[in-house]
Each structure stands twice: as C-alpha cells, then as structure tokens.
C-alpha cells in the first residue's frame, strides 16, 4: 500500500482523454499536487492508502474548467448597464465607468470576486485581460487557483499606463516577476486590432517570440470592427494580423465572428486557437461564430465566459451547454458539438490554446491535480443515461461541491477554503454603493 | 391590524405589472390563498400582523414562472439520447422508447419527477402535453401545483388511444372531471400538423368553442414539417391551420420558427399566441423564432422549456436568459428582449396565453399567490445595480429559496413540503435502470 496525499472514490470519472470516456466506480490518486493514478475503486482500495479518503458515491470527476477569456475585476460592474447597444454600452457606460473607478484595489477586489465565482462554479484556470494585471496575479496567487494574466496593451491611456510603452514595459516587468511561478503564466494580451496599432502589435510579436508567450486578443468581435478596418486600414482584422506575422499557433483569437470561409481555412492553416464566447456574443449580439465549421477545418476552438459586465456571470458550466446548443443551431445540425466535444472545449482546449496542456485540462497521470466533483445525485439530473450528456445539458454549477487545484482543496463542500466569502461579500456591496451613487447616468438608465 | 395568514417582508419584490417595476423594502402579504396586499413594509408592519412572518433581505420576490410547454413525464427519458438529428432521435429513440414504457405508472412517475424540479426552480405552473393525462393531472394535484393539462390528439394509436375519436373522448371525460377545479385547466392539445389530419382537427376546433378552453399545437417546429405540409396539403403548416380555423386567441401555437413575414402579421391580426422554446430549438437546430418581430406587432409571447428529452432540463430562469440572449443575436439587436420583457415572458405572458392571467402571471391585489422567493445575496449574483437584470442575466433557479402556489408554501428553504424527494429520485432510478437495460440500442448509442 502507498501512503498518498488524497484519494477520491467517484462514481464516475470523466478524464476527457480519450475522448468520450466516461468511466464508472473509478478513483483519482492524487499526491504532490499531481495526479498519481486513475484506476478502478476495488484496485485502488489495494493499491493505496490515504489520511484524505473521498467517497462520491453520486458525482462525477472532471478536469478542472478553464475559462480562457474573461475581465476578472468587471465582475464588479456585473448588470451595471444591460440591454444596450455594443458601443453605447461601451461609450457611455463602462468606459466612463472604468475611467472613474479603476485602480490597484478595484482590480484587486473585484478579480477576488471573480476567483470566489469561478471556483465555486468548477473553473480552476482562468485566462484574464485587464489593466492592473499585477493585482490580478497577487488575488489569483492568494487564491490558489491557476491563472494566465494578460499584458494589456491599448493605445489610450489608461489609471494603469499612459502610452503603449509603459504598457509594454510594465507587462514585461510583471512577466518576468513570475516567470517562475507554476500557477502563474502570463501572455500578451493587444486589447483589439481597432485599439492597438501596428507599431505595438510589431512590438508585442517580436517579444512573443523572443520569450515564448501566447498573444491573446479580440478578433472579429462585431461586423462594425470589420467595416472599421476594411475603412482605416483597407483590409478586414485577421488580414491585418495576418501580414504583421501575428497569424500562429501562438495567437488566441476571442470571438471570431462574421468569417469568410476562407478566413476559416487560414485559422486553421496557422494554427490559431479561437476562444469562444458564445453567451457574450449572444447578448451584445455581436454575431455567430462557426464553431462547427472551425472545428471541422481542425481548429483548436476553447471557451471564455468574457467579462461579467456583458455575460452576466463566469459560469463555464453554462457557458459549455451555451456552446453546445448554439453550435448545433448555427451549424443547422442537432449533431454538431455534441456534449463530449463540448466539455473538451471547456477544459482541453482551453489548456491547449494557454500553452499548458502539459500541465492541465485533463485527468491524466502526471498532470497537475486540477479537479472538480460535480453531484448528479440531484432531482435536477436525474435518471442519468450518459454522464457526460448529463454533465453538459442538465447540471448546473451549483451542484459543483469540490474543487482540487494542484491537489490543494479549494472548496470543500461548496466552502472556499483560501477566501473569505463574507468578506468579499461586504467588498463588493461597498463598491456597489459607491459605484451606483456617484453616477447619475447609470442610476437612470432604466 | 388585520390578522392575516403569511407575510412576506423582502428587500425586492418585482410584480411584472406595471411592467420594470423593481420595488424596494416592500411586503406581499397573502391571505386565503390571494395576494391581499402589496405596499411598502413600513406601512405592512404597522396594517398587518400573522403568525407567518418571513424576513428575506436579500432576495426577490418574482410571480411563480409559468412554463407555457412541456411534455413533463418525458423528464424520464432526460438524456436518453442527445446529439442526434431530431427525425432520428424521434424516429429511432424516443418513439420506440415511449411505446415500450409510456403507461399510467411511468406517466405518473415521469409528471411528479418533473414537478419536483420545477417546484425547485420557480415554476408555479406548466402547460403540459402527453399520453395519459389523467395521470399528469393527477400527480399535479397531489403536488399542489397549478398546470394546464393538454388533452392530446394524434392520429396513430397509442396505450392512451387507438383511434382520434377515443383521444377526443378521453380528453373530453377528463376536461369535465376537472371543469371546477381551481388548480387544474384542460387545452386541447393536437400534437402537430404532421401528425394529426383535418378531420380532428376540426372536431377540436368546435369543441374548443363550445366549451370554451384552448388549443395548444407544435406549429412550424422545424424547415422539414413545412416542407412536408407543402408536400402534402399544397399549403405551409401555419396557412392550413388557418383554413381550419383554428387561428385565433385561443391558439398556442409553440416554436413557430421558419417563418414568413406575412405569417408574423397574420399571427398579430387573429391574435395567436406563440410559445417560445428556445433550448428545444436550438439543441434540436429547429430553427429561429423571429421572437422581438413578434414582439413588435404586438404578439403575446410566453415560454416553455419543452420536454426533457429535447433540452434538458425544466429550468425556467435558465429559458428566461436563453430566450432574452438569443433574442437579441437573432434580431441582430442587444437592446432587444431587455430583461423585463424576458422575465413577463416567463410570467404574465404565460398566464394570458392559458387563459389565466386573471389568475396568476403577476403580483397583483386578488390574483392567487403564486409568488417565487430568489436569493440574490450569493457571491454569483453580486453587486446588485438593477435586480431585473441580475434575475435573468445573474441568477440561477439553486437560488430559489421559497415558493407558495395559491399561497401554500411547496418549497421552503429549499425542501418540498408535499412530495417525497428521495422517494422521487429512488421511483426515477428504477426506471431509469428498467429502460437503460432493456434497449441495447440506446446503451450502444455512444
């Protein structure tokens, strides 16, 4: 018998590799935050012995979920202006809002708050784009959850830098302050092709290279960033990004909306992954994105809730049944993206697409332990035929009761264990007075 | 003081009419199972006193979620088959699963397990369509919910009935049997225009006027049963119905996508209701429902889940969000759908469709207290700007923590008062096991 760190008896395991396997009466052995073996309960009561013995006799164990596109701290801007066309939303709500109200503690509070959500709701790795990136990193730090922060680069000036410079700069800085980190990876993160000029973007490639990071941007979000381009610079986005050499295996897309079918074949030609954010999309009724055809063309297609402020919640549970369901409408086919595809996007992808597939997305011996129990016992998802099928399309993120990063247990029973809800709590009705009373504008929106 | 028999003091209270209203530290107070009062709680404290008092600072009262179609027995074959195009898993899974196990028993099973989690998710009243409808009728009444049972027609013989006439029959011994209940209301409910002929139809249409009830049909579900009509009948499914005259106030017509824009403003002028279902549609890729252009000439629009077998759940907040974010996608418009429209499409657009809404679909002074108490204080729904939005953008039915119909309490703090869960889910596991043995078919589906 080997003593190891943790044991978890499930009723089913979901490793997502292979793909579509759904084992029964299964156990994961975990031990130095890694993920020691995956074999049948009756072998692992012979094999191993632990002081943290779990026995889910009615859940299943996932990977944990990885949303690889979000603006943690807008949770605090959660519901602040809804229903609102894309650019008034932006223009005349959340940019002013940004500028009054951005700083080290907003990005620090409300990136807590988004880490609190997310953990409770499965999500173990989350890939951010926001200013004050440094206080993203210290709540995801404090946290234990894994995270991939965004160098954000923009041409305006902002709280956090005043010119694409002091963007690049103290993006570089914080780079190499965790460039030792296993739970922090960073990654550039070019707001838009519409707010990022050539010169930065040339810049940010070449540092790319030169330090191996991933380059995350919004592409192809709206067909007016489209005629925007095609009007100042004479060419749709992804052929602008195409001919500055941003087009590679390196570039996360998000969005990727209103293609040209052969705008999908060089996706896949340069071996760009495109994050899907199908609720966003919905909502700010940006446009459809062909995730089917992208995934037939061989794209490596992954999941992002987006920001709370045009979601209105980082609930990758809900965001993978959205992806499930809207993906087979636009493909016109009950078939496409069926629920074993949508959970891989949900988890593998997303590993795939942040350069840390070695480390996560799946349960598979040798990775990182990053773990989520999910109850199917519930009136809710019940009779259970296929567990992945219930998984995707009739479980809810408040049936999450456990979450492992690393092997450390980050909720237990449905209780965060590195932060204070109550606290976070009392935060964040704080910024919601203070936010709410000093704007008129937004009060009177209704 | 006027003794009365519950008081609810919460710190929202949104009554759908008037129409966005989100009123502040108000109190509902209930009495013979009516809505008696509704005002300010200051003022409720000093007029009203009763020995059931409750306090709920941080939730929201909404009216009970009406959803306008279901199949709720069918909550037994949840995930039987996903993934699949709708003529196959109706031709090769759910039809030959139905005429192997649909009895009284399974019916009864199947409509209480679906009570169960609807009760659990706001849903205070379903208008449901399927084989043995006594059987739903009855287990509703058990439950104490409110329900439309729908008296099915079809052409081909089932266990319920051999032949149209039979069906007819049925439902008319059922419609008088319950014609003086307060909690149970009968439509007629011909399957589709594929699957019933003229002849009954007809029948249906007179009886429908003699005693006064509506009728409750699938109409323009998908591009297939349009085609099929034009095959057939040499006329769309919408312009038959039509001729049979069946298109007036008393007609729910449900999906209603594939549509012509003449058909929009004949469903305006003979004043048509249409039922939305928006998972059903797109994880069977039905189709679009033009739902904000129904909106715009001046259709009702209400909401249902459809069965469980084609969504898969019976989560009425979840159909409130997915109908308001893809109605904004579909009409290309993020100010489409805002959320108070969303949640009386849930509510008080459900009851007028059934005929009810002297009844129920809004808190209002002497319509029946079916009332809904929703936790808003959870780290998933924080801050709070506008608790419209945050209920149907920010919220999910685990955050149901009450629900009263006709003002009894059937879900307090989350437990139901008058069905057995565990009861329940050991009925549903059983046949679960019974059906997923007997159909090799369906276990090698994967």
Redesign the interface.
Known sequence: MQSTATIIHARWIVPVEPD?AALENHSLVIHEGLILDLLPTRDAQQKYTSQHVLTLNEHALIPGLINAHTHAAMT?F???A?????MV?LNEHIWPAESTWVNNEFVFDGTQ?AI??ML??GTTCFSDMYFFPDEAARAATLSGIRAAIGLIMIDFPTAWAANPDEYLNKGLALQDRYRNNPMISTVFAPHAPYTVSDEPLRKIQTYAEEIDIPIHIHLHETDDEIKGSLEHYQQRPMKRLDKLGLLSSRLLAVHMTHLEEHEIQRAADTGIHVIHCP?S?????S??CPVDKFLQAGVNVALGTDG?AS???L?MM?EMR?A???G??V?????????ATALRMATLNGARALGLDNVTGSLVKGKAADVVAIHL?E??S?????PI??LV??T????VSDVWVAGRHLLKERRLTTID?QN??EK??Q??DK??ASDEK?IN??
Chains 1, 2 share one sequence.
């Open positions: 579509g605090l959660r519901g602040l809804d229903d609102l066309p894309l939303w708050l609190a959500e409770r709701g609720e999309n919905l909502k700010l009724a446009g459809f709370a979601n209105n919640d609930d809900g959205s499930a369901l809207l087979k409408a493909a016109n086919d009950a078939s496409a993206i069926p629920a016992g009136i809710e019940e009779p259970v035929y296929h099928s219930q399309y009739a809810s993120r408040h049936q809800e976070v709590l964040t009705r910024w919601r936010i709410a937004i929106v209704r």
